[in-house]
């Protein structure tokens, strides 16, 4: 209950500060579409309207207290212009501020997809697919595949199946110019919702 009671509480003041911006004026920064006094954001393969009045999902989706944050600060955390956008690709604990929360990335996202997908390569594959996601030609990968958190935000996952010698293994990479769009603690969260959506 307290829990939720903090969300609710963040929640509303993530509210009040887009309330204070001209959140509308954000659209093509943010790579996103103006529909009224919202903005329609997709995030990974469900799409929200955003706007000072709430959070909602589009088409019945229920949008959960992790969802509404990262919509939130995406919009919030927008930089004033494009930054150039890096081909340099990183693994999240090689961000500069993501130290104190690298464990949580490590734990709730490579590892449950490793642990879960070992020896099932096939399923991921077609969970990517289902979730939209691009498959990549990677000859050093069983499977390459990239997704779109946030449409400045992509994310490329990449799996090895266990076998003879090593156990499964699952990294997920950013694009640098990702820290220009989310804090780390809500990139993370990128990464536990993307694993969350996968093991369904």
Known sequence: ???????????????????????LSRANLLGVEAD???????????????????????????????????????????????PEMSPKWMTYREFRDAAPLVSYFTSNTNKNIEQHFS???????????????LIEDNSSYDISARFYALPRIPVVLNFNDADDMFP??????????????????????TGTLLAGKLLR
């Open 1 to 23: 209950m307290q829990k939720s009671t903090v969300f609710d509480q963040t929640y509303q003041r993530y509210l009040a500060e887009i309330d204070r911006i001209d959140y």
């Open 36 to 82: 009224g006094e919202a903005l329609v954001i997709p995030l990974y393969d469900q799409s929200y309207s955003v706007s000072s009045q709430g959070i909602d999902g589009l088409g019945g989706v229920v949008a959960n207290d992790a969802v509404r944050v990262i919509l939130s600060k995406y919009v919030l955390t927008c930089p004033d212009e494009l």
């Open 119 to 133: 020896g099932g390569a096939d399923r991921l594959e077609e969970r990517c697919k289902e979730l939209g996601a």
């Open 168 to 189: 499964a293994a699952c990294s997920i990479l950013y694009q640098e110019s990702a820290e220009h769009f989310l804090d780390m603690e809500c990139l993370a969260m």
